[in-house]
């Protein structure tokens, strides 16, 4: 518990986690309006488009809402990477490993404690996704869906999905120690390289029962639905992934990277 609490201590006690949090309201929030408007008022201009992209009516409210995830989901895992780097970078480890020599456990409650920073990040980013594009759904002659209990399942798996990322950060931040490594890896893994790779394996049946494995997937899965996912972009047949596989696939990363960083640069000494 104490240690626990010292972790906590450490992440209110400075900028980051709240200036984060600022930004992914504002563009969550941002995102999740324009497709509510776009798609809602021009639906049916768009349906008779053929080249434009087709979401049917029953499935843009959880694709406005689901953009909590969808856009957001890099703010926690920064967040959960920082956490652990900055840490490196000012060696706080140092008096946090005199008063803690037990490594395992100072992980785990960085750990703990992020994940419930991760869930907070998914409370924000569901709030602007949903207190902006439902409104706007129904000025324009939508269904918001926020009588539908599937919605609200919808809405708890976000959070979760949010809470795994910074699990995920948590990992990454200690597998490269090196802050600005660290980032750069975050940024272009989940901006450039796993886009184009979930793109590329969407070309093939045999590469999409592949892509459905990546991270962004997965978490798209555990949520349950995403604007990358419903815009009918690709070739194949192939179904994505349970909500529990999902979830189970996100979870697996998490652990893979931070046993992987537990087993090498955490052992290390930081001084």
């Known amino acids: 518990m104490r240690a626990i609490a010292s972790e906590a201590r450490k992440l209110l006690s400075v900028r980051l986690w709240w200036i984060l949090l600022i930004i992914l309201v504002a563009y969550v929030g941002f995102t999740a309006a324009l497709l509510a408007g776009l ?60 008063a803690q020599p037990r490594r395992g456990v100072v992980l785990a409650a960085k750990g703990l404690v992020l994940a419930l920073a991760g869930a907070v990040f998914g409370i924000a980013g569901l709030a602007a996704s949903v207190g902006l594009g439902a409104p706007l759904l129904a000025l324009t002659g939508n269904a918001t869906g926020l009588d539908d209990p599937d919605t609200w399942l919808l809405l708890a798996r976000a959070v979760l999905a949010m809470a795994l990322w910074a699990l995920i950060g948590v990992g990454l ?33 045999w590469t999409a029962e592949v892509g459905k494995f990546l991270p962004g997937a997965a978490s798209d899965a555990l949520v349950g639905s995403s604007i990358f996912t419903s815009s009918g972009t690709g070739t194949t047949a192939v179904q994505s992934l349970e909500w529990w596989q999902g979830g189970l696939v996100l979870l697996g990363y998490g652990a893979i990277v931070t046993v992987a960083g537990l087993a090498t640069t955490w052992r290390r000494d930081v001084t």
């Open 39 to 98: 798609f809602g008022a021009l639906g049916d201009q768009l349906a008779s488009s053929p080249g434009a992209p087709q979401l049917p009516v029953e499935t843009l409210p959880p694709i406005v809402y689901s953009t909590a995830t969808a856009v957001g989901y890099v703010f926690p895992l920064i967040l959960g990477a920082l956490a652990v780097t900055s840490e490196f970078r000012y060696q706080t480890l140092t008096p946090t490993f005199l």
């Open 173 to 205: 931040g200690t597998l490269i120690p090196n802050q600005v490594g660290s980032i750069v890896v975050v940024l272009a893994f989940t901006q450039f390289v796993e886009p184009i790779l979930r793109f590329g394996a969407s070309i093939w049946d």
